[in-house]
Nanobody, 121 residues
Framework: QVQLVETGGGLVQPGGSLRLSCATSGRVFSIYGMGWYRQAPGKQRELVASITSGATTNYADSVKGRFTISRVNAKNTVYLQMNSLKPEDTTVYYC???????????????WGKGTLVTVSS
């Protein structure tokens, strides 16, 4: 069964940086596109960055030029480097496969616990 463990969140001042990590297990990581998603309270979860198995990246307009997604297949890990953080980036960040998220054995979408990013002075 797939497992996703997101780490690296925390409290940072506006303009600061954080690097998120997502360790995966239970799947052949290298064949999957991966994405970083975030979900603010009361809002739908949104995709902020994606990287294909061939390392092609794409970003939401709101983070373009500030966030960088990368992957190290040998470590089954995907990263999100976040620079020039803004208060509106505050929320929980999740990783998952892209474009289709991983599923549990019962067919329901699987999500890890996420990691909280708080941007505040």
């Amino acid at each position: 069964q797939v497992q996703l463990v997101e780490t690296g969140g925390g409290l940072v001042q506006p303009g600061g940086s954080l690097r998120l990590s997502c360790a995966t297990s239970g799947r052949v990581f290298s064949i999957y596109g991966m994405g970083w998603y975030r979900q603010a309270p009361g809002k739908q979860r949104e995709l902020v960055a994606s990287i294909t198995s061939g390392a092609t990246t794409n970003y939401a307009d709101s983070v373009k030029g500030r966030f960088t997604i990368s992957r190290v297949n040998a470590k089954n890990t995907v990263y999100l480097q976040m620079n020039s953080l803004k208060p509106e980036d505050t929320t929980v960040y999740y990783c998952n496969s892209f474009p289709n998220v991983f599923a549990n054995p019962d067919g329901m979408d699987y999500w890890g616990k996420g990691t909280l990013v708080t941007v505040s002075s």
